[in-house]
């Protein structure tokens, strides 16, 4: 959707799916170039609106896996290496943006003894602190101010699965000159419908709410030029 009916959208399916539902609106850079025929601005994106019937059914969103990221940031080992692989850390008090809850205020009690508070509140309620501290996956560190904590966020799952990325808000590097060459692969190099959606975007969408559904189904009411048919496909291989 682009700006002429987005605030349109917004308001219909907020009546359909109910407001407390409404997940995100993603904003899709579509192209990297242009702008020689725009009078005033280069307009460069388009919106995706993403609604649960549900949202308390819905499950956590993920992505593939990001190779770079593990590179880059899972580079501590533990004795849990084999079957977790390597870890990251990740600060446990919780930043201003989080809404204040009296609930997650607490001391943690380090391994030396001392009994640290939060400057604001910490990410995790009390019982999953403890459980976390008794199966060593907070990491304590010695700083200028103080000690800080931190947890230790794993590259696979308790099940062995591969942590995924996760989604930002703004979709970028999946453009709209990438639809018209998967056209132009399937019909001999020929234009048949200008300005295709590329079927990566539909995939990365799709694929983020199928993650661990492999029963899920897809409707598209809109046929177009079959984009998500062939992103369905293409995850289903």
């Known amino acids: 959707l682009d700006d002429n009916e987005i605030h349109r959208m917004r308001f219909l399916m907020d009546e359909i799916f109910g407001e407390q539902n409404f997940i995100e609106q993603m904003i899709w850079k579509k192209s990297y170039g242009g702008g020689a025929k725009e009078k005033y601005v280069v307009r460069q994106h388009e919106y995706c609106l993403m609604y649960a019937r549900d949202k308390s059914c819905l499950a956590e969103l993920w992505l593939p896996p990001d190779e770079q990221a593990e590179e880059r940031y899972y580079k501590y080992r533990d004795e849990r290496f084999p079957e977790r692989g390597p870890f990251r850390i990740k600060p446990l008090e919780a930043t201003k943006s989080m809404d204040r809850r009296e609930n997650l205020v607490f001391p ?61 808000s703004v979709i970028d590097k999946i453009y709209t000159q990438q639809g018209t060459a998967d056209l132009r692969d399937i019909f001999e190099d020929k234009v048949v419908l200008q300005f295709p959606k590329p079927a990566k975007l539909i995939e990365r969408l799709v694929y983020l709410l199928t993650r661990n559904d492999r029963d899920a189904l897809i409707l598209d009411p809109f046929s177009g030029s079959g984009t998500t048919g062939q992103a369905v496909l293409s995850l289903n291989k």
Do not use: H
């Open 108 to 168: 943690i009690t380090t391994p030396d003894g001392f009994r640290l508070l939060p400057k604001r509140q910490w990410w995790w309620s009390r019982e999953r602190v403890e459980g976390a501290l008794a199966r060593n996956e907070l990491v304590f560190t010695r700083t200028k101010t103080g000690i800080s904590v931190s947890y230790k966020q794993y590259l696979r799952d308790e099940s062995g699965d591969e942590r995924g990325a996760k989604p930002f």
